[in-house]
């Protein structure tokens, strides 16, 4: 009667430290990808910041480009005209783009970065659910079995004497039934 009892209650034991080992893990696996999503951000960060840095420093080389292209027309008289103006407008431009492709690019850093992160966190968070669902099935699968073994030995009969192991002896030392084997002996 006990070792039925003893089984239900393993099987239930399992049951809850499955549980709880999924439940740490899936924990664990959300601080994994909030850990990863931190880690892309930071990246990211720095990517925009590099970019930054090289479009103050596309900036400043732009004034004193403009300003070299200043003292070459003063140098030669100061008027502005025909290919004078045409090269200072074309190099406006020029220096423009650079600088929007820069800020295209700082755009493309951060969108990267949060995209990222975004699916480090998606993933953490499919694996928790993962986890969660193998949690729920040792939990379930402990109960089924601690139900099954309550159940079995609720429902096995009691044993029945077995007639051919027990004492079949007479008071007299002699044997009440011939097991020999042989029943005309």
Request: charged fraction near 20%.
């Amino acid at each position: 009667m006990a070792l039925p009892l003893i089984m239900a209650g393993a099987s239930l034991a399992q049951g809850i430290m499955g549980s709880r080992s999924a439940r740490k893990q899936a924990k664990k696996a959300r601080q994994i990808g909030e850990y990863n999503a931190k880690v892309a951000m930071i990246q990211s960060e720095a990517e925009q910041a590099s970019i930054d840095f090289q479009s103050r420093q596309l900036v400043k080389q732009q004034r004193e480009i403009k300003a070299q292209q200043r003292m070459s027309i003063a140098g030669r008289g100061g008027l502005v005209f025909g290919t004078d103006l045409l090269s200072l407008i074309e190099s406006a431009k020029e220096m423009q783009l650079d600088l929007l492709e820069l800020e295209r690019q700082q755009d493309i850093a951060k969108i990267s970065g949060e995209t990222q992160a975004q699916q480090a966190r998606m993933g953490a968070a499919a694996q928790a659910s993962e986890y969660k669902a193998k949690g729920r099935q040792a939990m379930i699968g402990g109960v089924l079995g601690a139900a099954s073994a309550y159940a079995d030995s609720k429902l096995t009969p009691p044993a029945q004497p077995n007639y051919l192991t027990m004492n079949t002896r007479t008071p007299f030392g002699g044997s009440s039934f011939n097991l020999s084997g042989d029943m005309y002996s």
